[in-house]
């Protein structure tokens, strides 16, 4: 007792199956990307901390700086995320 499938119907599943595999691949990567470039941002504001900047010009440029890498990172995580799932709905959609 069990299920077994032959030849042609693994070859079926298979196919259905890889533009879900592929988009969690896809998702898996740019999350990690997203958290490197976020922990830059993070360790930006860290190093701002630091060294402890007296003139509020410099002070000001790098606090702007460190929201600029975050907001952009997470504008474009967004972006990616919308891209992904569109291209795989469309994957599915055809198969």
């Known amino acids: 007792m069990g299920f077994h499938l032959n030849e042609d119907q693994k070859a079926e599943l298979r196919?259905?199956?890889?533009?879900?595999?592929?988009?969690s691949i896809h998702?898996?990567?740019?999350?990690?990307?997203?958290?490197?470039v976020a922990l830059v941002a993070v360790g930006l504001g860290a190093f701002i901390d630091w060294i402890d900047v007296k003139d509020e010009i410099i002070n000001?440029?790098?606090?702007?700086?460190?929201?600029?890498?975050?907001?952009?990172?997470c504008l474009l995580y967004v972006i990616f995320l919308v891209f992904s799932v569109t291209h795989t709905a469309k994957n599915l959609w055809k198969r």
């Open 27 to 36: 998702l898996i990567v740019g999350s990690i990307i997203f958290i490197i």
């Open 15 to 23: 196919d259905r199956l890889m533009p879900l595999y592929e988009f």
């Open 60 to 73: 000001l440029t790098l606090r702007i700086l460190k929201y600029t890498i975050f907001g952009t990172d």
